[in-house]
């Protein structure tokens, strides 16, 4: 069979199939009948399946709590600098040897510098120096990480 015996029989069902009886004459009979019919049992309501329900609750619930678990000890481990601590040129000019925690080294210096200035123009923002602090606490993180990776 070739392709376009293929396509010549997939036309030929696209034409319309008529039913072998007819439906309508028993369903309008049932209608017009006061009472239903007896061979047809009345519908039993349909509880709603309650255990996939709870279980998809209780994996919500344990979910968050992993979660809030997780930035709970993520927060506790990120060492924790003074508002106002400014940083030596050392820090600044930072550079790790390893290329992996360079690029991220290069990011966060860009955006410290970036804060810096943000602070100059309003430098009563908390959340800008809040920003600041993450940033530095960053910094920190990734020169622990190149002492470990030696």
């Given amino acids: 069979m070739n ?3 293929w396509l010549r029989q997939m036309r030929e069902l696209n034409q319309p199939v008529a039913p072998r009886n007819d439906l309508w004459a028993r369903i309008d009979a049932a209608l017009d009948e006061n009472d ?3 061979d047809i049992a009345a519908p039993t309501p349909v509880r709603p399946a309650r255990r ?7 994996a919500g619930l344990a979910a968050v709590a992993v979660l809030a678990g997780g930035v709970a000890w993520h927060m506790r481990t990120l060492p924790q600098m003074a508002p106002g ?4 040129a050392q820090v600044q000019n930072w550079k790790p040897s390893d290329p992996r925690l ?3 080294a290069i990011e966060l210096g860009a955006a410290r510098m970036e804060l810096q200035q943000a602070i100059e123009q309003a430098p009563d923002s908390p959340a800008l120096q809040r920003l600041l602090q993450r940033t530095d606490a960053q910094q ?3 020169r622990e990480l190149e002492k470990q990776a030696g």
């Fill in 3 to 5: 392709e376009f015996e």
């Fill in 140 to 142: 920190a993180r990734l």
């Fill in 36 to 38: 239903a019919p007896a």
């Fill in 52 to 58: 996939p329900r709870l279980w998809a609750m209780a």
């Fill in 85 to 88: 601590a400014p940083l030596t």
């Fill in 102 to 104: 360079a690029s991220a």
